[in-house]
């Protein structure tokens, strides 16, 4: 008998149910995020983001 499940072993919904019971605990990011205006950070990550590359490859920044 599995006591955990593996990563290729999770279903379509079970990241949903696993942060849907995350919320339901307290998930302590979430109250950060409601406490925290993260976007007085957005320009200054922004500027160090659009350095330009000195070699080929890599991956375009997202949000």
Known sequence: MKKFKRHR????????IRL???????????????G?????????LLMDLSKI????GSRPPYE
């Open 36 to 44: 925290i205006d993260f976007e007085i950070f957005r320009e200054l």
């Open 9 to 16: 072993d999770y279903g379509f919904f079970d990241q949903d």
């Open 53 to 56: 590359a000195k070699g080929k």
């Open 20 to 34: 849907t019971k995350l919320s339901s605990l307290g998930d302590p990011l979430e109250r950060l995020d409601k």
